[in-house]
């Protein structure tokens, strides 16, 4: 396909894909739970960390989660109690803890006694003017700020990824675009307004790559942080405001197998 057949078959797929119906099987149902602001972006943070594995996996575990916080993350975040912790003993997803989990909630209620919004946390200057990050500043800040309390657990590390570690950061770009895309389709939230979406970096997980390099959007051999930085950058060659709108076409193909 040349350039305007690619785009105009891309742009098919996201119209195919990003619409309310895709909500139901996918984790963006988690946080999708939720009406006040941060019980959204608590719920939508769990569900992209966690996002590994099978759908209905991560999404059953998702609940189960919530379930130990009465259902009500940001209320639970403030006001637990040291007695209200051991509800979360014992919750396990992969290689995800329960020590990796009580430092996120030591995370969230301190950020949260400062903030609220978890924006901010991503922001490394929230008074600069809007639209002044790009995707790999966001996710470098946020991982120096979340490990930046003190005695947080090493092995927790590993569960939250920067461009500094070459990582794709699969999860928490996945995550961005839920909170910053607003198309008015119903699946991402588009609560954000500082990080604009022609910043975003597009989600590369198996099935986005995989698709992506059948199409010829991806030309490096290996999978990392680079890889993803490609994949953009031709993407905003079809959009430039909303790039990231096209991870619905590609992860939709690659789930279905279309191609």
């Given amino acids: 396909m040349d350039f305007l057949e690619l785009q105009s078959f891309l742009d098919l797929k996201v119209r195919a894909y990003n619409q309310p119906g895709f909500i139901t099987n996918d984790p963006i149902c988690i946080p999708h739970q939720y009406h006040i602001k941060q019980d959204i972006e608590i719920a939508a943070f769990f569900a992209a960390i966690l996002a590994w594995g099978q759908r209905k996996t991560i999404i059953n575990k998702c609940n189960e989660l919530f379930q130990r916080m009465d259902n009500a993350p940001y209320q ?82 590993k569960h939250i990824s920067s461009p500094m570690q070459k990582s794709t950061c699969k999860r928490l770009n996945m995550f961005l675009r839920w909170m910053v895309r607003k198309d008015n389709c119903g699946v991402d939230f588009g609560l954000w307004a500082k990080i604009k979406p022609a910043a975003l970096i597009c989600p590369c997980d198996v099935h986005v790559d995989r698709v992506a390099r059948i199409l010829g959007l991806i030309s490096r051999k290996q999978t990392d942080w680079l890889t993803a930085v490609e994949l953009t950058a031709k993407l905003r060659a079809f959009d430039p405001a909303d790039p990231v709108k096209y991870d619905f076409a590609l992860f939709g193909l690659g789930v279905e197998a279309k191609l």
């Fill in 76 to 157: 639970f975040m403030l006001q637990h109690e040291d007695q209200d912790l051991k509800r979360l003993l014992g919750f396990k997803h992969r290689t995800f803890n329960d020590t990796d989990l009580l430092y996120f909630v030591h995370f969230f209620k301190h950020h949260y006694s400062q903030s609220d919004t978890l924006e901010d946390a991503f922001l490394p200057d929230p008074k600069a003017k809007s639209g002044t990050f790009d995707g790999e500043q966001v996710l470098n800040h946020f991982r120096s700020y979340f490990f930046s309390l003190p005695d947080f657990p090493h092995r927790t590390k």
